[in-house]
């Protein structure tokens, strides 16, 4: 019973922890008036998207804490002590006056808080994974990689759904409080069966690497933390594209509305959780890297045009340029946590994986919005964030084509 509840709980964290961060990008067009005091819709919502990479100091603090808590301590206290923060923080953003109420303080306070949440959330997405995959066949990761990331969409694809009804009845600026209430209710819920007794989980250490000082552990991984950090900065700055950006960006090019929009979005994201596992099985029929470096590939020749279509576009070109984009992305993500677990040694997995991609989602992934916004503004080119995603990609080709190339010359070295 401990070992489903375990394994129920980490999916659970990560669920709740993807829904916490896709609700206040969600909610972003709609409440940024409530916490800005500007009458400019677009500097408003620039402002309210720079609030997402507020985290790129706190989220990185939070992955080294937790990590050396779970490669010391174990993954089930580092899931747990984060779980526990996400909770607390998350109803704490729901009870924050607005603008109109207490000045200036309301987009301090909001930042201060989304940047605590990213402290605690650095210890729960990798970690889950970690967790789960470390008790999984070497052979079938690649789809349970994918099945742990379709609870990943899952918690976006909750959010969606819910600020697409409060939406469509115009009751966003009434009870958008209540989403995050609920949120952080149900993570209490989460913390509560890690708190049960479950599975033992002993973290093996070699003799080595006892007494390491975490610069020493960052210094012997550094190229397989530079791996992860542009990887996993790709796989976010997609996913920001696809799933944040858009539902600001496309009601500004179009004659589409905010609630056309959100609706698109909660149908793309069923589409998405459902396409992971098969992307995730076709990670192990053909390997993580080749089905990977396609994904990021295609996305690197896309991304200019498929923007330019949005220019005034209808529905069904909307629609088509969203889900082609989403496609790239899954491909390149539906394996990437099994791809993660081969670049470090178990002993410092927790730390590495963790730090890796709070700086990568941090430094590539939450800019995404505000700076393809801020190139759309100065420019007036309707592909202009286009051009953040096509390096993003590029880069991506690049980290997985040299580990491709160095399977290579392995598997032929006599």
């Known amino acids: 019973m401990g070992f489903f509840r375990d394994r129920f709980s980490a999916i659970i964290g990560n669920f709740l922890e993807h829904y916490d961060s896709a609700l206040f990008a969600f909610l972003a067009p709609f409440i940024a008036p409530l916490f800005f005091d500007t009458t400019d819709p677009i500097t408003a919502l620039i402002l309210t998207y720079a609030i997402l990479p507020l985290g790129l100091i706190t989220r990185p603090i939070g992955s080294l804490f937790f990590g050396w808590i779970g490669d010391n301590l174990g993954r089930r206290v580092a899931l747990f002590y984060s779980l526990l923060g ?9 009870l924050i006056p607005i603008y109109r109420d207490i000045g200036i303080w309301a987009p301090i306070s909001l930042a201060i808080a989304r940047s605590l949440q990213s402290f605690f959330a650095a210890g729960e997405s990798s970690g889950g994974a970690i967790f789960i995959l470390e008790r999984t066949e070497s052979s079938k990761r690649g ?23 409060i939406s469509s009845q115009g009751w966003v600026l009434d009870y958008w409080r ?13 913390v509560f069966l890690r708190a049960l007794p479950g599975e033992r989980v002993d973290v093996v250490k ?19 933390l530079f791996s992860l950090i542009l990887a996993s900065g790709f796989s976010h700055i997609i996913y920001s594209v696809v799933f944040t950006l858009m539902n600001g960006y496309i009601p500004l090019v179009t004659d589409l509305s905010k609630d056309a929009v959100m609706k698109v979005n909660t149908i793309l994201l069923i589409g998405d959780m459902l396409l992971l596992p098969f992307f995730g099985y076709l990670a192990n029929r053909f390997g993580k890297e080749r089905v990977m470096f396609a994904g990021a590939l295609f996305s690197a020749i896309g991304a200019i045009p498929l923007f330019a279509l ?40 927790y730390l590495i994986l963790s730090f890796g991609a709070a700086l990568g989602s941090q430094f590539m992934g939450a800019p995404t919005s505000a700076v393809c916004l801020w190139l759309f503004k100065v420019t007036g080119w309707s592909f202009a964030p286009g051009i953040y995603l096509a390096l993003g990609s590029l880069v991506a080709c690049r980290i997985i084509y040299l580990f491709m190339s160095s399977h290579r010359r392995l598997r032929i070295k006599p």
């Not at 209540?178 to 989460?190: D, K, P, S, V, Y």
């Open 310 to 349: 949005l220019n005034q576009a209808t529905l069904c070109t909307v629609i088509i340029v969203r889900s082609t984009l989403m496609l790239f992305g899954i491909a390149f993500a539906a394996p990437y946590h099994a791809w993660a677990m081969d670049r470090a040694p178990p002993e410092h997995r």
């Open 206 to 224: 070699s003799q080595k690497s006892h007494g390491d000082s975490l610069f020493s552990v960052l210094k012997l991984n550094r190229g397989a």
């Open 143 to 165: 789809l349970m990689s994918s099945c742990y990331d379709a609870s990943s969409i899952g918690g976006i694809l909750l959010a969606s759904a819910l600020v697409t009804l």
């Open 178 to 190: 209540i989403l995050f209430w609920g949120g952080g209710g149900t993570a209490i819920f989460g």
């Open 86 to 94: 996400m909770a607390v923080i998350t109803i704490a953003i729901g």
